[in-house]
């Protein structure tokens, strides 16, 4: 507990009691998640890794796009307070508000990444010499990069899908720092599929969330400030 201004003890404002709120943010977050992403991920655990399945791979994903809209909605509103929480009700708010918007921003990039994971699989074959795998690769991380900027601001902005895409790419060289946090948090969830699952990256998808919205934090608020109204 800690002491308003009237010096009145005010329960569950301590540093405790909002590091437990953030916790409890976060499982229900992970959970809620899990759950509306489940069909898309069942599947794609099941699949076998073979290079025709590719494409059915970047399909299953497809669920994931809203489902982190809205735990990236339910995180930026949620409440530190023990006596105020209600993140299960602000990810379904996300869900409903951003589900459409989040998939014009994510459908094209799992096409990209199907595209780009196709060319790879079967790049013996193609008989291209190598950097052109290396562009590919280039190509996959940069759109990996775009796609994260643009969930952050579909999810918390009302802007057109291609004003979206604009501000997530001018973000990229607007925020070097965050684009650099960025893309560490994609080599960790890039070591942690390869290393375990992709079960196991699902399992972590809120504290990956949140650790992308606190990269995003500067953008957010230049984002709001130049181009919202106040």
């Excluded at 650099?180 to 990256?201: F, R, S, W, Y």
Aim: aromatic residues 8%.
């Amino acid at each position: 507990m800690t002491s308003d201004a009237t010096g009145t003890r005010k329960f569950g404002a301590g540093p405790l009691s909002r590091a437990s709120a953030l916790i409890y943010n976060l499982l229900i977050v992970e959970l809620l998640v899990l759950l509306t992403a489940v069909p898309g991920l069942a599947a794609l655990v099941l699949l076998d890794r073979s290079t025709g399945n590719v494409p059915l791979m970047a399909a299953c994903l497809l669920p994931a796009g809203p489902a982190l809209s809205a735990a990236l909605y339910a995180l930026r509103h949620r409440s530190s307070e023990l006596t105020e929480l209600h993140p299960a009700r602000a990810f379904w708010r996300g869900y409903k508000l951003n589900f459409g918007a989040a998939l014009k921003i994510w459908v094209p990039w799992l096409v990209v990444l199907a595209l780009v994971g196709t060319n790879l699989s079967n790049f013996s074959a193609a008989g291209v010499p190598g950097w052109w795998a290396a562009l590919l690769v280039v190509l996959a991380a940069g759109g990996t990069l775009w796609v994260a900027n643009a969930l952050v601001i579909t999810s918390l902005f009302a802007f057109r899908a291609v004003d979206v895409g604009k501000l997530a790419a001018w973000a990229l060289g607007r925020f070097p720092g965050a684009t650099l946090a960025n893309a560490c948090l994609l080599i960790v969830a890039g070591g942690v599929t390869l290393v375990a699952t992709e079960a196991a990256l699902a399992l972590l998808a809120s504290v990956l969330t949140g650790t992308l919205l606190w990269n995003s934090r500067a953008m957010i608020a230049e984002v709001e400030q130049r181009f919202t109204r106040q």
